[in-house]
């Protein structure tokens, strides 16, 4: 049987198969003494371009319209967008075929 990947792990997957990623990293973590998951501005993972970043926060299909609606409210997020670099919501989902696909919620400043 093959390993259950996280949507994390497919999102870090699939930027770092783009040609024009040149890093993509994790940008979430547990906090111990909090004992709560702390992320960068909103995101979990932060995508390095020539000329840019793009932060994505990472989740299921689900909890997209959460995610989307918290990222619209958060004072980070509009803090991030603030810089000209794209937040950005990736929702996955299972297909009937086993496959994975992912849809892209882009976060625009005003939201």
């Not at 970043?53 to 004072?75: E, W």
């Not at 603030?82 to 989902?93: H, M, S």
Request: charged share 30%; glycine share 8%.
């Amino acid at each position: 049987m093959a390993k259950k990947h996280s949507s994390l792990e497919r999102t870090l997957k699939t930027l770092r198969s783009d040609p024009a990623c040149i890093r993509a990293l994790k940008v979430e973590h547990w906090n111990h003494f909090a004992k709560k998951k702390q992320d960068l501005l909103g995101g979990d993972v932060l995508a390095l371009y020539v000329g840019g970043l793009r932060l994505v926060q990472v989740t299921d299909m689900q909890h997209r319209a959460a995610h989307v609606r918290a990222a619209q409210g958060s004072v980070e997020v509009r803090d991030w967008l603030l810089t000209g670099n794209p937040f950005e919501v990736w929702a996955w989902r299972k297909l009937k075929d086993g496959k994975y696909h992912v849809d892209i919620t882009a976060v625009a400043e005003g939201d």
